[in-house]
């Protein structure tokens, strides 16, 4: 386009109408998009307990529900709840990012003859809801014995990383586009697979590994069903998410809700946080991973 | 491939092979022992030793329970010394089919591994008949590191996947064909009942076969609306988005993100606080005036509009989602086809139609099918938002209940576990069928290179 067109364009009156239509159009869908967060930021600040109000808008501000929610640990201990999960999730982490980047690098850059199946098995069992697997697994994990008292805490990091083999899709896209005359030519010069998976694959994919390991670290934050079939009544076992859904129980709801906002806003913002943050990679996994 | 599969086969193996190599049926590991891999050898045989002792302890006495799944009943018998009633252990159904399964998949690995070492056994002999030499345990353990590191990478997530995925797979698709089920008192001791509960879900007729048709009929629904127009309308936001002329580009797409980069489960219990018949947006409503005061929105008891609301807040979280996706997608469609499109005189409307919906369709097909296969098995979001309600007096499934949802309150709330095992088999089949016939049928597997 040449700078003549260009300034034609800008001077179309009909162009200048789309633009401010289309301006104005993000910025109702912006509104849209950004009003629960905020109304539920307002709602961790208000001072008015209960549950249900008749103003849209709090009264009156407090940080009374942020003070609670860390010292009333007699019905709900949220500082108990965070540690539980805080340590779970660092341990799956690990556990994770190893298995989905060594499938994901197994199947991207080895030739075996479980390849394909393992492929195929992969789809065909993502076909399955996974809740059916959640009954028969928390019937394994009884049967082994964990699922009582803090063992609890053992069985939720086994059922967290002990499957995450099958999520290796986006790992292996970002995987597939690194050109493979790279390690060829480092295997031409003596290096191993394992040096070239840990030595050469690995820095080179850095933005696929941060993004496994985020992953892996927000899925227990996240998951809720699971821990709420495991955890069952053991309170102080429970997750940071069994504990806000029970905040919203009929039995808790009056006293707990603006809590229950208070602790959502502080779960959000290190995982909003992490999450923006690694949005990237996962935009360049999943475009890898399509184009493979 | 097929002829070094010939060449090794446990056939041959048996009728060819030497003594070591024969000995090896019986003794595993004596083929490898034999032909200088001592160590690898004394492995597999204790493999073996292993498994016999496990069978003989444990694995047999399960197995022969396989047929009755135990009839012992808990018994209440009177303890003359303590003056109380004592209960005996009895059967436990659930555990003996948990533990017939494992068992069985022991067996299974057991064989696998026989045939394995049958068949590495005649090749180390054919290797040393040839003069080639053997390689060392040490040897091996250095491939495990090169040539062989996909074993040394995939065994543990394997392991993982086979004992927390596979084996419970098969036990629940074993329960759907027991009598396993609070109705009738079937919770600790049961037996098998072949395809009844299949005869149960499929009639139309019965109380559960209705329900199960009704539940499909709006999980189809819901899982076509929730892909087609996430689909779109997110690709559309990342058209709108990434226009020459839109200012704030990197602003308006962090607006978007920050919606999902909230946990999933927080927005979703926000929203179904929200929506409550006292909640913000009925207040907000009322004094705007827009509702008379006292009167509030039937978000969730309403039938119709518990099921469009779910629909419209699953754009809400679905929409920046895809425009996440497809932004780098939308990037790669080649210029030239604008171009094209637009020396023809093709308007926004035409040229998205024509171009940038085939293309994008041609592209993203799979990734369309998994989407539908999450949502099929979106769990959170139903159960989150309305837990399946309104419910029907007497029924067991709510009117926006999904299959999985369904599956978990029959497994759950009604401990009806036959019944779920079944819902979550139809589940599945329903799923396959779905991603076979779309698969076939999308541009990229019958035209490979339209696009190229």
Known sequence: MTAMQKKRNRRNPRRVAVNIAVHILLGILAVIWLLPIFWIILTSFRAEPGAYTNTFLPQGYTLNNYVKLFTDRNVINFPKMFTNTLIIAIICCFISTFFVLSVAYSLSRMRFAFRKPYMNLAMILGLFPGFMTMIAQYFILKSMGLTEGSAIRIGLIVVYSACTGLGFQI?????????????????????????????????????????????????????????????????????????????????????????????????????????????????????????? | MSVRKDEYSVGKAIAKGDLYTKLSAVFMGAGMAGHKQIVKGILVFLCEIAFILYMINKGLGHLSQLVSLGDAEQQKVWNEAKQIYEYTQGDNSQQILLFCVVTLFIIAAIIVLWVLQMRHSYKLQKEIEKGNSVPTFKQDIVSLFNGNLHITLMSLPCLGILVFNIVPLVYMISMAFTSYSKEGEHLILFDWNGLTQFRRVLNMQGNIGRQFWHVLGWTVVWAIFATFLNYILGMILAMIINRKDTKGKAFWRFCFVLSIAVPQFVSLMVMNI???????????????????????????????????????????????????????????????LYEAAEMDGAGPVRTFFSITLPYMLFVTTPYLITSFVGNINNFNVIYLLSGGGPTFVGDTAGQTDLL?????????????????????IMTFVILTIITLVTYRNSASYKNEEAFM
């Open chain 1, 171 to 292: 790992a292996k896209g970002y995987f597939d586009t690194i050109p493979r005359s790279i390690d060829e030519a480092a295997i031409i010069d003596g290096a191993t697979q394992w040096q070239v998976f840990t030595k050469i694959t690995m820095p080179l994919a850095k933005p696929i590994v941060i993004y496994t390991v985020m992953t892996s670290f927000i899925a227990p934050w996240v998951d809720f069903i699971f821990a709420k079939v495991l955890c069952r009544a053991n309170a102080d076992q429970w997750t940071v998410a069994i504990g806000l859904w029970n905040m919203l129980q009929k039995e808790y709801i009056y006293q707990w809700y603006t809590c229950f906002a208070a602790g959502a806003v502080i779960i959000s913002i290190p995982i909003a946080a992490l999450f923006l943050y690694m949005q990237r990679f996962y935009v360049e996994g999943m475009s890898g991973a399509v184009k493979g």
């Open chain 2, 274 to 336: 929200m929506l409550q018949p006292n909640g913000a947006v009925n207040v907000l409503l009322r004094n705007a005036g827009l509702i008379a005061p006292g009167a509030s929105l039937p978000f969730w008891t309403d039938v119709t509009w518990a099921r469009i609301t779910i629909i419209v807040i699953n754009l809400w979280i679905g929409i920046p989602y895809t425009m996440l996706q497809v932004t780098g997608i939308l990037q790669n469609i080649p210029s030239e």
């Open chain 2, 404 to 424: 999985v949802t369904w599956l978990y309150k029959l497994t759950i709330d009604q401990q009806y576990y036959n019944l779920g095992a079944v819902i979550g």
